[in-house]
Structures are given as structure tokens and as C-alpha cells.
């Protein structure tokens, strides 16, 4: 070493700062997924932001890294699902991952064997990440309880209870519309969304609720009563806040974000709505109705699509702001983070 | 981002302290300086080079490093950043950056492909780096350009353009900024 030697101690964070591993990520290994309040603001930003790198993965000739090599990821679907699962598995597969995948029509639960009995089972194959899907809230937060210690599990819906994900990819992709990615700090600052449909009976709706308000959005919930929570309390968590409200054609002017549900047509027999024609008519997005979202409005939908009943056939064909094929590309990014952090990365040790 | 940051920031959480300063931001320059004109004596000329800077050290290196280019030769070097962590061999042992994202222009096949980075250590890095350049083609050839090897090599990795060989031991840190190079070790 030819240099001078001067010795100095460098110090440039605040006196306030936390120092070791009180400032490590919200995501360690060997955790879980389950709902976006448990992952809190911090790690839902934390996860939109490694989102960033998995985008531009997917956008290569050849879309395919080995971060997950000899790792296994199971999708556990007790109920039906296109986009999740085929999402996950894409996921799993581009980070080189071997995936397993299960469906009740075709597994031994036909034959009585029960949830327990088959996580068991499929864990003694060795499976470093369970997916869940299940018609009952809080089925994977119990499969957890039945999994090795270093397994994870993912919710890829449970019930009317949280699809964490879906909310995680309906924030990316509101951000990336708005600012062409997430960055180091996903923000909705005072951005007004507003969730339309059948937000009671909708994880869907919990999930994007929980993330928008974690990134400072103002959520206002429309929807006839009957298909509104009885109560909003603890919706929200982070700076955003949540309403409701009910006249569609005063508020559509105002929205930044039209964010659709789908009306789930089991409802439609439970006499929560008059008929499909009449929640058509009265939230259901029309020609006319189309004149009234601005144009630099963002729309979105989750995925199946009922057209003619919360959309009329054509209308989403002709808006600049529609970001529902979007929300699918970035599903697979946003499920590879997920992945990634927490069965790849994330040991929070130096 | 400079190791002094890195190692602020989380996931790390540490703090830097520097013991000594190897180079000044002139003696800096002066390296880049030297390291591009041996970049264009070894190409004979910039034909089909490629500047690839490794996430996050490298970055500034290689932009300084096309901007001395462009004032001695006139000539546009294309500029890549290149993030490995999804390539590396400690994956789960090592906590990840978020915010490191790829951009590669365009097709490498075929063209010259010179890494940048600032410190090269165990070598681990570059071999996660030669790993992921395989997805956006084959160049004809792949260099390297490091500010500081430090030694401590565990894999037979070697680099073409050094600015500085400083001997260290395993438990310091180097910080590589254009503003200078410090040796120092991180409390925690």
C-alpha cells in the first residue's frame, strides 16, 4: 500500500438509525405468506420493489434465472383457479424451481383422505414452498402448522379472507401505470381508487384494500349494501383510508383507479342483488358509464371476467387505461419476488 | 451504491468505518483514465465494445469509464448494468438488494463485453456475472475491469484492467466511489 494512511471513523447515517438487524427485511426464510397485514407496509414495499428485477426477467429472450435450483414448489388448489396457478407454477419455473401441482378432482381427497393427511404426505416428498388455495378462510395459515419448520406457504386464496398476491400485483401494477415501476419506495400517495362490486364476499377486495392504503392510497369501497362489509374497521392499514360509497355516477369522475371485482354468480341466486340486469344497470361499468372514467384513469379487473354483468361486452376494449392483461405479466414478476424471498434469499445474517 | 452504503443500508444495517484512504478522487480518475486507454489498446479500437457495469458498485464506474471513452475517441460505447443475485452460489446465505435491475442493450452476440466492477474479492461475483451474460447472448469475448482487487481469489477468475491491487485481510471492507478509495471494516 503506497498511500497515506489517515484514520477517521465514518459515520454518515442519522443518530436516529437502527443499527444491525433491527433494520432487516420484514421477509426472512422459512416464513410465510399469508396476508398482506401481517406483512405490513414496510414488506409490502419491500417486496414491490424486488418486483422491479423479476419485470424485466420476464421481458428477456430467454426469461428463465437459477435462483430457485433444487427447490420445490407445490400448488395445493382445493379450489378452482386458472391465473393463480398457472401464475405460480410460470413463477416457480422461471426461477428454475421444480414445481408439483394438485387438484382435488383428480387426488385421494375423492377417496376421503383429508388436508392434513395430504400435506403430510406431499411434504415427505420434500416441497420447500407450499401455494393454498381453499374455499375456507385460514386453511393455509393451519397447513402451516402441519408443515417441516423450513417450509413455506404461500395463500393463494382462502375463503373471503386474503389473496395476497392479487392485492401485491393489483399495487405493482397501479404503480408501474403511474411511474413505470415500483422503485426503492412504492408509493399511492393520495391516489383515489375506487373498488367496485362485491367487496363483502371478495379476498380480492381485503387484499387490495390492504395494500393500497399501505402505499397511501384513499380507497373509497362502492357497491350496493348488500354486496358492502357491515364494517370497515381495520380494513386499512398503513397512511391510506378507506370510505364507502354508493352513487357510482358521481364518484366514477373522481377516480384515479377503476378497480372492478367480479360479481361471483353464486351470489346472484342468494338474493343479495334483484338480478344480473339490474346490478348491470346500476354498477356495472356501460358505454355510458365509460364517458364518465377520465381518460388518464387506470382500470383494472382480477380476473374471470363476467362480461355483461360488472363490464358490458365491448366497453374495456376501448379505454387507453386498461391494465388487466398487465396485471397477469405482472402476477407471474410479483409471485417470482415472493418466491424468491422467501425460499431463496432473505437470511437476514451478515 | 458504494460498499459504505451498501453495508448502511438494509438489509445489512452495519456501519462503515474507514481506516485509511488508498486513493483520492484525482488518483481515481487517473486509474479510469489509464484503464480506458488499455481497453482501447487491447481492442485495437472500440469496434462492437460493450461496457457492462455489475450492480451496484459498478455502475458509476462504467459510466465514468465511457465518458473518458467518448472524449478520447468520439466514439458512443453502449452501456449495460448487469445485477447477478439471481445468479449468485450463496443465495439464502447472502441478504439481496432490492432495486438492482438489469439492463442490457441489446444482443451481446458477437460483441466484446467489458465487466466493470469495483472491488474484486473471492471472484464469486464475476462468476455469477459470466452466468448471467449467457442470457443475452454470446459475446466473442468477456474482459474485466476492477478499481481494486484485493486478492483472497476462490475461484480462477483474473481480471484484464486493475486500478489498483491493495492487499487486504478477509475481515476489512474496500469502498469504491468516484470521490475516492477507502479501507476500512464494518461495526455492526
Known amino acids: 500500500m503506497s498511500s497515506t494512511v489517515e484514520l477517521r471513523a465514518v459515520d454518515d447515517r442519522p443518530a436516529d438509525a437502527p443499527i444491525g438487524h433491527a433494520a432487516a427485511p420484514a421477509l426472512v426464510s422459512g416464513q410465510h405468506l399469508l396476508g398482506l397485514d401481517e406483512l405490513g407496509p414496510a414488506g409490502i414495499q419491500q417486496l414491490l420493489s424486488h418486483t422491479d428485477r423479476f419485470v424485466e426477467v420476464n421481458q428477456r429472450a430467454i426469461p428463465k434465472v437459477p435462483a430457485l435450483r433444487g427447490k420445490t414448489v407445490c400448488t395445493l388448489f382445493f379450489e378452482d383457479s386458472t391465473r393463480t396457478k398457472l401464475s405460480f407454477e410460470t413463477a416457480a419455473k422461471r426461477l428454475s424451481a421444480d414445481t408439483m401441482s394438485f387438484s382435488v378432482s383428480s387426488s385421494s381427497v375423492n377417496k376421503g383422505e383429508s388436508v392434513r393427511d395430504t400435506v403430510e404426505t406431499i411434504q415427505a416428498m420434500g416441497v420447500d414452498a407450499f401455494v393454498v388455495r381453499h374455499s375456507s378462510s385460514g386453511v393455509p395459515w393451519q397447513i402451516t402448522k402441519w408443515v417441516n419448520a423450513e417450509t413455506s406457504v404461500i395463500n393463494g386464496g382462502d375463503g373471503w379472507h386474503s389473496h395476497p398476491t392479487q392485492g401485491l400485483l393489483d399495487a405493482y401494477t397501479i404503480c408501474q401505470a403511474r411511474n413505470g415501476s415500483a422503485g426503492d419506495a412504492a408509493s399511492l400517495a393520495g391516489v383515489r381508487i375506487g373498488l367496485i362490486g362485491d367487496v363483502k364476499h371478495s379476498r380480492v377486495a381485503r387484499s387490495d384494500v390492504q395494500a393500497f392504503t399501505a402505499l397511501g392510497a384513499e380507497v373509497i369501497l362502492i357497491g350496493p349494501e348488500t354486496l358492502l362489509p357491515p364494517s370497515i374497521v381495520g380494513w386499512g392499514i398503513g397512511n391510506g383510508t378507506v370510505e364507502i360509497g354508493h352513487d357510482l355516477d358521481s364518484l366514477l369522475p373522481t377516480l384515479d383507479v377503476v378497480a372492478l371485482l367480479r360479481i361471483q354468480t353464486e351470489r346472484l341466486g342468494e338474493s343479495l342483488v334483484p338480478s344480473a340486469r339490474e346490478y348491470t344497470s346500476c354498477y356495472g361499468i356501460t358505454t355510458k358509464r365509460l364517458g364518465l372514467i377520465r381518460s388518464d384513469a387506470i382500470i383494472t379487473h382480477p380476473g374471470p371476467m363476467n362480461r355483461g354483468v360488472e363490464v358490458s361486452v365491448d366497453v374495456l376494449d376501448t379505454h387507453p387505461g386498461v391494465v388487466i392483461t398487465k396485471q397477469v405479466a405482472n402476477g407471474v414478476a410479483v409471485r417470482m419476488a415472493a418466491l424468491f424471498l422467501l425460499i431463496g434469499s432473505g437470511v437476514d445474517v451478515l | ?188
Open chain 2, 1 to 188: 451504491m458504494a460498499e459504505r452504503e451498501r453495508r448502511g443500508a438494509p438489509p445489512f444495517g452495519g456501519v462503515f468505518v474507514a481506516r485509511a484512504q488508498v486513493l483520492d478522487a484525482e488518483q481515481v480518475h487517473r486509474a479510469l483514465v489509464r484503464i480506458s486507454h488499455e481497453i482501447v489498446e487491447r481492442n485495437r479500437g472500440l469496434d462492437d465494445v460493450v461496457l457492462v457495469g455489475l450492480q451496484t458498485g459498478g455502475t458509476p464506474l462504467a459510466d465514468s469509464i465511457a465518458g473518458i471513452l467518448h472524449s478520447m475517441e468520439d466514439t458512443e460505447v453502449p452501456v449495460g448494468v448487469l445485477d447477478v443475485a439471481l445468479y449468485r452460489d450463496d443465495i439464502g446465505i447472502r441478504p439481496v438488494l432490492p432495486q438492482a435491475v438489469t439492463d442490457i442493450p441489446g444482443d451481446l452476440t458477437g460483441r466484446t463485453v467489458i465487466l466493470v466492477d469495483d472491488v474484486l474479492y473471492t471472484g464469486r461475483t464475476i462468476r455469477a456475472a459470466l452466468d448471467a451474460l449467457n442470457a443475452f447472448g454470446r459475446p466473442r469475448s468477456v474482459q474485466l475491469a476492477v478499481m481494486i482487487d484485493r486478492g483472497h481469489r476462490e475461484l480462477p477468475i483474473r481480471p484484464d484492467f486493475v486500478g489498483k491491487n491493495l492487499p487486504t485481510r478477509r475481515d476489512e471492507v474496500v469502498d469504491v466511489t468516484l470521490d475516492g478509495v477507502e479501507l476500512g471494516e464494518v461495526l455492526k
